[in-house]
């Protein structure tokens, strides 16, 4: 098994290796400890952490280390569409279903098909969709809005979200079965604050990153330099220090990122 697990860290190293999934702290460990447990099974998957902590990494992470890694990863962010959009990005309409509607158009449900549906955001859906969704996950078949045709699909569901889902049904805000019944496995991804001691290697993965994409010739950050990096608290996560240290690649006159660099 240790060497089955170093085999996909491998695997997940390389394919993630200039992406955020990047981390030797303990955090950070039980995470890919998760990813490895749940990724090559069906189960649905809930991942939960604040902006910009690599949710939609993780969750492409647990595609590509699936069974499931050569059909689609269908991603859907459900915060930027209205319930009635939602509905038709999702389950497709027939055509005619409404004004505008002139043909027959397939959702994200059908498009992800052998693969993986990925719904970002996933405490924005109206709880009209939460109902519909429960039932698609329950029964794996549903109709195109408009439609009566029953159509079958075969997905994997992987969700995230920023808040707190269990909170929010307390609060009679998002449905009590459709939260079990994507809270199958839960990964929740730490700030980058909780994980301080992975800033050093986030910053060298992201520095090669950018140096390379912009033809730079800058190799090294200096020890000041981390150390502020450091102690800074990131409200923004790992998101936030990748724009920090591309923002310093970029404008950076020597080879080496130094405090006159900083934003």
């Not at 969709?129 to 009566?148: D, S, Y």
């Not at 699909?153 to 805000?173: H, P, W």
Request: charged share 30%; glycine share 6%; hydrophobic share 40%.
């Amino acid at each position: 098994v240790e060497s089955e697990n170093q085999d996909l860290r491998r695997q997940l190293d390389d394919k993630y290796a200039l992406e955020s999934i990047v981390g030797s702290s303990a955090p950070m460990l039980q995470v890919f400890d998760v990813i490895h447990q749940a990724a090559p099974t069906q189960a649905t998957v809930l991942i939960q952490g604040e902006s910009g902590t690599g949710k939609e990494l993780v969750a492409h992470a647990i595609h590509r280390l699936s069974s499931r890694s050569r059909g689609p990863f269908v991603a859907v962010h459900c915060a930027a569409l209205s319930p009635t959009l939602l509905e038709s990005e999702l389950f497709g309409h027939e055509k005619g279903a409404f004004t505008g509607a002139s043909a027959r158009r397939h959702g994200r449900f059908e498009m992800a098909d052998g693969g993986t549906l990925f719904l970002d955001e996933v405490s924005e859906i109206d709880p009209s969709i939460q109902v519909k969704l429960l039932r698609v996950l329950e029964e794996r078949k549903f109709e195109r809005v408009g439609g009566a045709e029953l159509v079958e699909v075969d997905i994997r569901l992987v969700s995230a979200t920023n808040k707190d889902l269990r909170k929010l049904v307390e609060a009679g805000k998002f449905r009590e079965d459709f939260f079990f019944r994507l809270d199958v496995v839960n990964i929740t991804l730490p700030p980058l604050r909780e994980r301080r001691e992975d800033v050093p290697l986030l910053c060298s993965r992201f520095l090669d990153e950018f140096a390379r994409a912009n033809h730079k010739d800058v190799t090294g950050i200096t020890p000041e330099v981390i150390n502020i990096l450091s102690d800074y608290p990131w409200p923004g996560n790992v998101r936030e220090l990748r724009n920090t240290i591309e923002k310093m690649v970029v404008l950076s006159r020597s080879n080496k990122l130094t405090a006159r660099d900083l934003p």
